[in-house]
């Protein structure tokens, strides 16, 4: 008699209720993506034999296919956790060295900055050039200094934003008008007005030179004519060249020895281009190293960037004023954002970007083999790995502060494992009539 039917059913049952409890199991596993059992019939063939008479030889285990939907997202607020929504993985480096890819983002830092897996592989992205803030085109392990402080960078540049008072008198002051009742129109008295002290419209900010060390640069805007000022960098030198001008007497322009320049203005109030500023030589002299032999720290040269100033008739205010050095600091705290940009926070005020999360697409997901620890590895039937970055072409957007759950549903798998149950106690009776069969034939006298 056959027994091959019942005894393939049974063990295709069983490998079924496997893939179910392996579902059942990994329900609340980060990224983690559910399997089904496929199955196709067993049929023997022979030359000459009629079709219409074979009753085939029972079934088998076709494939185990994953299944590569979309899982929910969780909010977490940590600032590592990371969801990828829609297509793509991450991509690891094992400890061994070698390339594995993952759904799951709950990520870590550990005592030296490296971005770990709970498994021990690094995340690989992008590091982005701190010159030019572009990221890279070549993938490594993201790491980030949290065990030593960054380097201190030398100011190059400072850029102000601010409004001078149109309404202003010129910084001389402005001589008395007598009467003269007389003249056609009449001319009414006026008192002079005296001269406007050098500090009246300044500002300070602090640079850097090569070794992180503040040295404060100060601005000082004086009145020298319609829609003209002078810019000093020296309290001493514009009050000197203001009372050379004011001993002139009120109405004599200023005849700037030491200013950093002539900032004009249109009949707009907005900034005129033809604005000339000499380069500002900045001496570190709150740095005691300045000057000596070894480490020598010289000065340094720092543009200075007026043209976002303007003349309108408001008080003094000043909305924006920055320059683009920094002394060293420590790391203090990492955000990623949804495009995959690291941006790291230092103990010196700094916030930069520090790299980018490179994700993964294959061209046959299903192909991809699993490894455990929620990843996979590359397979011929996969296809090569192409890396790209959120949000670009094919690949999905980040979602930070979110984890993707487990796609599984378990209310399916239950009912799946009921009617596997089913299915493997049915093979089971066919096996049991067969035996029964068999007995009664065996007893035939």
């Avoid at 940590?78 to 993952?102: E, K, M, R």
């Avoid at 996969?382 to 980040?398: E, I, N």
């Avoid at 106690?425 to 065996?442: P, R």
Wanted: proline share 5%; net charge negative; aromatic share 6%.
């Amino acid at each position: 008699m056959a027994f091959q039917q019942g005894l393939s059913g049974l063990n295709a049952a069983s490998k079924n209720l496997d893939v179910i409890g392996h579902n059942i199991a990994n329900s609340g596993t980060t990224g983690f993506k559910a399997s089904r059992t496929e199955f196709a019939d067993i049929v023997a063939t022979s030359m000459g034999a009629s079709g219409g008479l074979n009753t085939g030889f029972g079934v088998e285990v076709a494939a185990v296919a994953q299944q590569f939907s979309q899982g929910s997202l969780t909010i977490t607020g940590n600032n590592l956790d990371l969801a990828i929504n829609g297509n793509g993985f991450f991509q690891i480096q094992q400890p061994n060295g070698s390339l594995a890819y993952t759904r799951a983002g709950d990520f870590k830092l550990d005592k030296v900055g490296n971005m770990l897996t709970n498994g021990g592989g690094q995340v690989m992205g992008y590091k982005v050039d701190q010159a030019s803030g572009l990221s890279s085109s070549t993938t490594t392990p993201l790491s980030f200094p949290s065990g030593a402080p960054i380097a201190a960078q030398k100011t190059t540049s400072i850029t102000a934003a601010l409004n001078l008072d149109a309404r202003a008198q010129d910084a001389v002051g402005v001589a008395a008008v007598a009467a003269d009742p007389a003249a056609v129109p009449p001319v009414a008295a006026k008192a002079a007005i005296p001269a406007t002290p050098a500090s009246t419209y300044g500002t300070s900010i602090n640079v850097y030179d090569s070794q992180g060390v503040a040295t404060p640069v100060n601005l000082y805007f004086l009145k020298n004519g319609a829609n003209t000022w002078e810019v000093y960098t020296d309290l001493a030198a514009a009050e000197t060249d203001l009372k050379t001008a004011a001993t002139a007497g009120p109405g004599t322009a200023l005849a700037p020895t030491a200013s950093l320049g002539q900032l004009k203005f249109n009949e707009n109030g907005a900034y005129d281009p033809t604005s000339t500023f000499t380069t500002l030589n900045v001496t570190p002299a709150a740095n005691p190293n300045q000057g000596a032999p070894a480490p020598l720290v010289e000065p340094f040269d720092v543009t200075v960037d007026l043209s976002q100033v303007t003349q309108f008739g408001n008080k003094f205010a000043i909305s924006d004023l920055k320059q683009d050095g920094y002394a060293s600091g420590t790391l203090t705290g990492i955000n990623i954002s949804d495009s995959g940009m690291v941006m790291a926070s230092y103990s010196n005020g700094m916030t930069r970007a520090e790299a980018q999360v490179a994700l993964a697409t294959f061209r046959n997901p299903q192909g991809l083999t699993q490894v455990g620890g929620n990843n996979w590895v590359e397979s011929a039937d996969s296809g090569p790995f192409v890396m790209g970055k959120p949000g670009d072409g094919q690949f999905g957007g980040l979602r930070s502060g979110a984890l993707e759950d487990s796609n599984v549903d378990l209310t399916a798998e239950l009912v799946n494992m009921m009617t596997a149950q089913r299915a493997y106690q049915a093979n089971a009776q066919t096996i049991k009539t067969q035996d029964q069969v068999l007995s009664t034939l065996v007893n035939l006298r």
